[in-house]
């Protein structure tokens, strides 16, 4: 790797310092925008801004990553609060700030537990239809927001009749006014350096006061009040501290996904090395100072992650510069930009979305045809039971997959191939020679509470239907680096069956962890069993040796 030289330190300075001077003035108007998203005063999504800018850039692991407040966030929190408060906005408001509070606790748990391995709980294609489904859920709202309709219901299902049902009574003058900022933001987002959203609100402040737009029913955001208050926890009941935890997993599922997908995407392209144990500690600080703050849930979001590396960023300095110019332009500008007509920030939002409307990465399920089925319940999801309901309903469709598909009881016949040492399926391999006496076999999933008895109920099959020609069982656990109780209980009961029969068993390919909860076993379970570390081909070698019960 080429040493960095002076010259090349201060050309990566100055590309750092431009990406951040352009970022800027894309973050800022979006914080606002979800902000109301989150049915949350305008500050809020500021506050996360400067929350996410500054912790991962002092402190994250990727050189591209922008955390700040999201769209998907944001309206994950609209509906959680909704949920918990209904009408109340004083309670919505207190029950918002203890959800983000609530899951950057669970980051920094998730972080000291060093669950970082674990990147998503939800699949890909599951994922995708979600985002879909809630870009079109959240562009569908926004439209009612530029003119000005307020439907009941949520689900799009009866939302979209009740938008289109008041027809007679939109506010066309908030429709233009949306239609103009939409077509700018389109022509100024082809020149990447340019910050577009805030010049589109600049535009917006002006028509405003030349065209005297509040008095056409165009509303404008309002006072944003950036004063500090004193970091405090919310007053909330017991109960309900323990339901924002329930809303709390949801959220950090979704962030979570939404942001390793991000940090692992770009460092995959400029082969970067991310420290994801970290990246969930810093989530979790920058959530904690959000919420301390009463600001929104904060992470890496795709589009600004994107619009970073676009801008010529070349490490998180870029990050902390986009911090430091979003307070000069706060510390200025803040007054103008409370000026800002809502429609333009409905714009804004929308055309940060519409990337998320493109069908190409749904199209590729249906092309490899694998999870067609998945991701259209995704969509479906989010489109029939709302953003909240159908996050839950995505995660768990992912869980019931992973768990269908680790609760396998498939086993594979192992024979030997050529006059190597290797041993493979003979379903796949029809030129495996099966060892005379021996059966060789194992599991296609690690073993473990789902799955361990039903597997070894088909081995012991396997065994009865081979009969006395088999006198020798190799069970090869490659596939399992440890056991639970579950599967420990199964394998007891599976050794004293092998000794009750009078044949001989050797476990092969045992992991560590594994072979040492095998160990606790009481000796005279593992009497008559071979534990060994060894490959199938050796354990082969051994099984006419004297039999050796230490491995």
Same mark, same amino acid.
């Given at each position: 790797m080429q040493?960095?030289?002076?010259a090349?330190?201060?050309?990566r300075g100055?590309a ?15 914080? &606002? %925008? ?8 305008p ?8 929350a ?11 050189r ?60 890909k ?8 489904g ?30 289109? /049902? ?21 022509v ?7 910050p577009? /959203?805030? *010049? ?5 402040? %002006?028509? /405003? ?7 056409h029913g ?9 004063? *500090?208050? &004193? ?38 392209k ?20 959000s ?12 589009s ?8 010529g ?8 510069? %986009?911090? *430091? ?10 007054p ?15 055309h ?10 749904l ?23 709302g953003?909240?309901?159908g ?8 869980l ?29 391999h ?5 060892v ?29 239907q081979?009969?006395p ?7 090869? *656990? ?6 639970? /109780? ?53 354990? &082969? ?11």
């Open positions: 040493t960095p030289t002076p090349m330190e201060t050309k100055w750092d310092l431009v990406a951040g001077l352009s970022i800027a003035g894309l973050l800022l108007p979006e914080a &606002v %925008a979800y902000s109301s998203i989150a049915n949350l005063p500050q809020a999504g500021v506050i996360a801004l400067f996410g800018l500054l912790c991962y850039g002092l402190f994250g692991t990727s591209y990553a922008i955390v700040s407040a999201t769209s998907s966030s944001a309206a994950v929190l609209a509906a959680a609060t909704v949920s918990v408060a209904g009408p109340d906005l004083a309670l919505r408001l207190t029950m918002a700030i203890g959800l983000v509070l609530i899951t950057g606790l669970m980051f920094l748990l998730a972080g000291l537990f060093k669950l970082g391995s674990v990147t998503s709980f939800i699949a294609p599951v994922l995708r239809g979600f985002a879909f809630l870009a079109v859920t959240i562009i569908l709202k926004q439209v009612a927001s530029i003119v000005d309709v307020h439907p009941s219901h949520s689900d799009l299902i009866r939302f979209v009749p009740e938008l289109l /049902g008041q027809l007679p009574s939109w506010n066309w003058a908030g429709a233009a006014v949306a239609a103009v900022a939409l077509l700018l933001l389109s100024m987002g082809r020149f990447r350096r340019l577009g /959203g805030l *010049l589109v609100v600049m535009l917006g402040v %002006a028509a /405003g006061k030349w065209l005297d737009l509040p008095g165009v509303s404008l955001i309002g006072v944003i009040d950036l004063q *500090l208050a &004193v970091p405090s926890l919310p007053n909330l009941m017991f109960s309900e501290w323990l339901k924002l935890v329930e809303l709390g997993f949801a959220m950090v599922l979704i962030l979570y996904a939404e942001s390793y997908g991000s940090i692992s995407a770009f460092a995959l400029h082969g970067d090395r991310v420290n994801s144990n970290r990246d969930l500690l810093v989530l979790g600080g920058a959530n904690l100072l919420g301390l703050f009463h600001g929104m849930p904060a992470g890496a979001g795709y600004a992650t994107s619009a970073n590396e676009a801008a960023a070349s490490s998180r300095l870029a990050g902390v510069v %986009a911090a *430091l110019v979003v307070l000069v332009i706060v510390l200025t500008l803040l103008l930009i409370a000026l800002t007509p809502e429609p333009v920030l409905a714009a804004i939002v929308i940060a979305l519409t990337r998320a409307l493109s069908l190409e990465p199209h590729r399920y249906f092309v490899w045809r694998r999870d067609r089925f998945l991701a259209i319940c995704a969509v479906a999801a989010v489109l029939l039971l953003v909240l309901d996050l839950l309903a995505a995660v768990a469709i992912s019931m997959l992973m768990l269908r598909q680790m609760s396998s009881a498939s086993i594979q016949v192992l024979g030997h191939i050529a006059d190597g040492h290797d041993f493979v399926d003979c379903q796949l029809p030129q495996a020679r099966e005379p006496g021996l059966l060789i076999v194992r599991p296609g999933e690690p073993l473990f509470f789902a799955n361990a008895e039903r597997i070894l109920g088909s081995v012991s099959r396997q065994v009865r081979q009969g020609a088999v006198h020798s069982v190799i069970l090869s *656990l490659e596939e399992s680096p440890d056991l639970d /109780g579950t599967s420990l209980e199964a394998l007891q009961d599976f050794f004293v069956r092998f000794q009750a029969e009078g044949k001989r068993l050797l476990l092969a390919r045992l992991k560590q962890g594994a072979y040492q909860a095998l160990q606790t076993l009481r000796a005279e379970t593992l009497a008559q069993v071979t534990l060994s570390d060894l490959s199938v081909y050796a354990v &082969v070698q051994q099984v006419n040796q004297p039999q050796d019960t230490t491995g």
